[in-house]
């Protein structure tokens, strides 16, 4: 059965770690050598029918059935190390960062995931955790990560709000693992402007394309134009590595730090066996501009640096003194 919930996340949100009922009374859960080969089995199986790329599917498909077959996983008694090692095992057999198991969310009465989401979504203040003006009008927006649209909206329309009268803006992607796309598409808005422009086209193991367009739903100014520079490491990934490969390839940012971790494509969840879950990358985008993606690859900066902040406001002085 494929769980309904879409996200663009190398791994799944904090909004959604996962806990089954066993575990939240404080006791590993085991797993019998039965249901190991049914998981193994329907791991193989899933990655044959849903992997965005069919060739490579059957690869990582077939390379998994030989490790499973060659007992590896027999001696995996625990649900969570057994979900450890498939997971460490597929990303090593396919480089891509969606490919792993995990546990599945809890089924109990007394836990309710909409309710932690949303309390995590106001921990972290829907993710817009910084927003300041610095001094020379340059402007900061620290974004955590790209939350649920429909609750996250109005923050990060109040935050685009209050720097849209600054000459600069710095947008820190470091550690953004993605998330949903509505936020970063809305940001993103801002430095687009006219007609509707074609971004990507997401091809799905369907068969199915999507096009992503600019759109002009924004609340407050435009900022084409102005100086934007994005902040990303080895963990910015998924949704903020789009937001920043897109503004990088059609020359509306200049992009700071280190590569970042290099997972394109977009996941779905599908149940196991034994209480556990998987994610399969269904869907990988395809940049307009440079017919390619940053899968496996990384966003590259433009100006490669371990401290981005301090570089990127260097940078930003020294282009006021010309």
Do not use: C
């Amino acid at each position: 059965m494929m769980l309904s919930i879409l996200l663009w996340a190398v791994v799944a949100p904090a909004a959604y770690s996962q806990v089954n009922p066993q575990q939240a009374k404080g006791g590993p859960e085991k797993v019998t050598a039965n249901e190991i080969k049914a998981v193994t089995d329907s791991v193989a199986a899933l990655i044959e029918a849903h992997y965005v790329d069919k060739t490579a599917g059957a690869r990582i498909s077939g390379e998994f059935r030989n490790l499973a077959a060659s007992g590896r996983y027999a001696r995996f008694g625990k649900k969570e190390t057994l979900s450890e090692e498939i997971s460490g095992d597929l990303r090593k057999i396919s480089n891509d960062g969606h490919l792993y198991v995990q546990g599945k969310k809890a089924v109990a009465d007394d836990v309710n995931w909409e309710q932690i989401e949303q309390e995590a979504e106001k921990k972290y203040n829907y993710g817009f955790t910084r927003v300041e003006i610095r001094d020379d009008n340059i402007a900061y927006i620290r974004i955590k990560e790209f939350m649920h649209p429909k609750r996250s909206m109005q923050t990060a329309v109040a935050a685009m709000k209050l720097v849209e009268n600054s000459d600069n803006l710095i947008i820190d992607l470091r550690g953004n693992g993605g998330g949903y796309p509505g936020i970063m598409e809305y940001v993103l808005n801002h430095y687009f402007e006219g007609e509707p422009i074609e971004l990507s086209t997401t091809r799905s193991s369907k068969g199915e394309n999507q096009v992503t367009f600019t759109s002009d739903l924004i609340y407050g100014k435009l900022r084409v134009g102005t100086p934007l520079y994005v902040l990303i490491d080895e963990k910015t990934a998924s949704a903020a590595e789009y937001f920043a490969y897109t503004l990088q390839a059609f020359k509306k940012a200049v992009i700071v730090g280190r590569r970042s971790a290099g997972g394109a494509n977009r996941n779905e969840y599908f149940d196991l066996p034994a209480g556990l879950r998987m994610s399969i990358s269904v869907a990988s985008p395809v940049n307009a501009i440079t017919k390619t993606n940053w899968e496996g690859k990384g966003v590259i900066p433009d100006v490669v640096s371990d401290d981005p902040e301090q570089k990127t406001v260097e940078l930003i002085r020294g282009a006021g003194k010309k």
